[in-house]
């Protein structure tokens, strides 16, 4: 077992040990968070770096490693609430922080466990890669609610793949989750070019710009930014809800995959002390219509953050390509006004939501023309025939190859039609009732007859992955009640 292996499972056997004592993956993961960025903070003061200090001293990895049982608890919660009031990277990450690991025991073996190893030591990729299985555990904690914010990795890198990133490009993601596109982005970036000093400075620094509005999940993006090497004493990302207003600042690049859910709320407490969600509607002069569904808003938001012909890729649900009324309106002005070119069509059992149908939507932000812009839209569906689940048929890498070839990001003008992959004309496309986009061809096996349905096992897990999930979200109502 190699060293780098080694700290995984010891951090996995720990993370079991308090899921008994009643820790969450997501609590743990946040704990975690808060004591590597400590221990981190401390390591960059010592040789070699010698940096200096980002953290108080009265503050500092020592004075927690010193302390012990109730001592340590006390003085531990103390750090969390004053460092939550620091600007930059350490706002974000200690903003609203709570310690959840009451018993000062396991406190103290969670810092000794951490305090054995050199983090900063270890490879950029390493560290990365413990984090990022941390968060992968969470996102599949279906209590915890945190799948919302997680892509499949796999769908991410074929995005990525397919937009092929340029140095000097700059990167937004609106809601960015644990920063899933941004790493993807990093790491083609890295890997595909041979940056000089310079390229290499605005990669860290410049390249990235991100807004979320969960505190929780936007300190899990930071710190998995700042274990991959992005950014440092200013955070790449805002805590912010992104549609409010525009940012006044343009971007090159788009990768996004908003929360589901169609409407944006918020909770209003009336008079008899009771709460309410009530929608928001977001009125801006730079958005097309004006609607309470969140998905088209985001929509409409992308193509602001754009520069002229600056390009974007939205993971967008069923409803955003056939709802009438301010959909409709939407659609017409996207495909007249940007080159929307390109949608991939996303099978159904690989998020964490169960049941959600969703798409990717591809386009670039084009100058004002009386011509429309888009001219065929080709449309890839991986849906039709494919059954994934998230635990035994998990979508891969592999099967989004075709999907990376029929693209042909060498030169997307030049595509061949193929049994899954159509083009559609502009013409075509703004005669369809209510300029629909949800189009389909493909003749689906299972609704033929019975012998062309998925296999037993595959229909089993799927079967037994809706059951799991609608019992731990009846037992996360009832604990919400008892509370």
Same mark, same amino acid.
């Given at each position: 077992?190699?060293?780098?292996?080694?700290?995984?499972?010891?951090?996995?056997?720990?993370?079991?040990?308090?899921?008994?004592?009643?820790?969450?993956?997501?609590?743990?993961?946040?704990?975690?968070?808060? !004591?590597?960025?400590?221990? #981190? &903070?401390?390591?960059? %003061?010592?040789?070699?770096?010698?940096? @200096?200090?980002?953290?108080?001293?009265?503050?500092?990895?020592?004075?927690?490693?010193?302390?012990?049982?109730?001592?340590?608890?006390?003085?531990?919660?103390?750090?969390?609430?004053?460092?939550?009031?620091?600007?930059?990277?350490?706002?974000?990450? $200690?903003?609203?922080?709570?310690?959840?690991?009451?018993? @000062?025991?396991?406190?103290?073996?969670?810092?000794?466990?951490?305090?054995? +190893?050199?983090?900063?030591?270890?490879? #950029?990729?390493?560290?990365?890669?413990?984090?990022?299985?941390?968060?992968?555990?969470?996102?599949?904690?279906?209590?915890?609610?945190?799948?919302?914010?997680?892509?499949?990795?796999?769908?991410?890198? =074929?995005?990525?793949?397919?937009?092929?990133?340029?140095?000097?490009?700059?990167?937004?993601? @609106?809601?960015?989750?644990?920063?899933?596109?941004?790493?993807?982005?990093?790491?083609?970036?890295?890997?595909?070019?041979?940056?000089?000093?310079?390229?290499?400075?605005?990669?860290?620094?410049?390249?990235?710009?991100?807004?979320?509005?969960?505190?929780?999940?936007?300190?899990?993006?930071?710190?998995?930014?700042?274990?991959?090497?992005?950014?440092?004493?200013?955070?790449?990302?805002?805590?912010?809800?992104?549609?409010?207003?525009?940012?006044?600042?343009?971007?090159?690049?788009?990768?996004?995959?908003?929360?589901?859910?169609?409407?944006?709320?918020?909770?209003? *407490?009336?008079?008899?002390?009771?709460?309410?969600?009530?929608?928001? %509607?977001?009125?801006?002069?730079? $958005?097309? =219509? %004006? %609607?309470?569904?969140?998905?088209?808003?985001?929509?409409?938001?992308?193509?602001?953050?754009?520069?002229?012909?600056?390009?974007?890729?939205? *993971? *967008?649900?069923?409803?955003?390509?056939?709802?009438?009324?301010?959909?409709?309106?939407?659609?017409?002005?996207?495909?007249?006004?940007?080159?929307?070119?390109?949608?991939?069509?996303?099978?159904?059992?690989?998020?964490?939501?169960?049941?959600?149908?969703?798409?990717?939507?591809?386009?670039?932000?084009?100058? &004002?023309?009386?011509?429309?812009?888009?001219?065929?839209?080709?449309?890839?569906?991986?849906?039709?025939?494919?059954?994934?689940?998230?635990?035994?048929?998990? #979508?891969? !890498?592999?099967?989004?190859?075709? $999907?990376?070839?029929?693209?042909?990001?060498?030169?997307?003008?030049?595509?061949?039609?193929?049994?899954?992959?159509? =083009?559609?004309?502009?013409?075509?496309?703004?005669?369809?009732?209510?300029?629909?986009?949800?189009?389909?061809?493909?003749?689906?096996?299972?609704?033929?007859?019975?012998?062309?349905? @998925?296999?037993?096992?595959?229909?089993?897990? +799927?079967?037994?992955?809706?059951?799991?999930?609608?019992?731990? #979200?009846?037992?996360?109502? +009832?604990?919400?009640?008892?509370?």
């Amino acid at each position: 077992m190699t060293p780098e292996s080694s700290i995984v499972q010891r951090l996995w056997n720990y993370c079991h040990v308090l899921r008994d004592e009643g820790v969450s993956y997501g609590d743990y993961v946040e704990q975690l968070t808060y !004591l590597l960025f400590l221990k #981190m &903070a401390d390591e960059q %003061t010592k040789p070699p770096f010698k940096k @200096p200090a980002i953290i108080p001293a009265e503050y500092s990895w020592q004075t927690l490693v010193a302390k012990d049982g109730d001592a340590l608890e006390t003085h531990y919660r103390h750090i969390l609430e004053q460092l939550g009031k620091q600007k930059g990277v350490l706002g974000i990450i $200690f903003r609203k922080s709570q310690n959840r690991i009451q018993d @000062p025991a396991k406190l103290k073996r969670l810092v000794t466990l951490i305090n054995e +190893e050199t983090w900063v030591g270890l490879d #950029m990729d390493v560290k990365g890669e413990i984090y990022e299985g941390l968060l992968e555990k969470n996102a599949a904690d279906t209590k915890s609610g945190a799948g919302q914010y997680f892509t499949p990795r796999a769908l991410i890198k =074929a995005v990525v793949d397919v937009m092929r990133p340029q140095p000097g490009d700059t990167i937004c993601d @609106p809601a960015c989750g644990t920063g899933g596109f941004f790493l993807a982005a990093h790491d083609c970036l890295i890997k595909n070019h041979k940056l000089d000093k310079a390229q290499k400075k605005f990669l860290k620094h410049d390249t990235f710009r991100g807004w979320e509005i969960v505190d929780a999940t936007a300190r899990l993006c930071v710190m998995n930014l700042y274990l991959h090497g992005i950014g440092e004493d200013e955070s790449p990302i805002a805590v912010d809800d992104s549609l409010a207003s525009h940012p006044g600042k343009h971007f090159d690049m788009v990768l996004t995959k908003p929360p589901f859910g169609k409407k944006s709320s918020i909770t209003i *407490v009336n008079g008899e002390g009771k709460a309410d969600r009530e929608a928001i %509607t977001y009125e801006r002069d730079d $958005f097309w =219509a %004006t %609607t309470s569904n969140k998905q088209l808003n985001f929509l409409q938001h992308v193509r602001t953050l754009l520069n002229i012909n600056g390009r974007a890729a939205i *993971v *967008v649900p069923d409803n955003v390509l056939f709802e009438g009324g301010a959909g409709e309106t939407i659609r017409r002005k996207l495909l007249h006004e940007c080159d929307v070119h390109t949608l991939l069509r996303l099978p159904t059992g690989i998020f964490y939501a169960q049941g959600v149908k969703a798409n990717v939507l591809f386009f670039d932000r084009k100058p &004002a023309s009386e011509k429309p812009w888009t001219e065929k839209l080709w449309i890839y569906d991986l849906r039709t025939n494919n059954h994934f689940t998230l635990k035994t048929r998990p #979508m891969l !890498l592999d099967d989004l190859n075709d $999907f990376v070839i029929c693209y042909n990001p060498d030169n997307r003008h030049k595509r061949k039609e193929s049994k899954r992959f159509k =083009a559609f004309g502009y013409d075509d496309l703004v005669k369809r009732d209510k300029a629909s986009l949800d189009i389909f061809w493909l003749r689906d096996k299972s609704l033929e007859d019975g012998d062309n349905l @998925p296999e037993p096992d595959t229909l089993a897990a +799927e079967i037994r992955e809706n059951l799991e999930s609608a019992l731990e #979200m009846f037992a996360s109502i +009832e604990e919400k009640l008892e509370e």
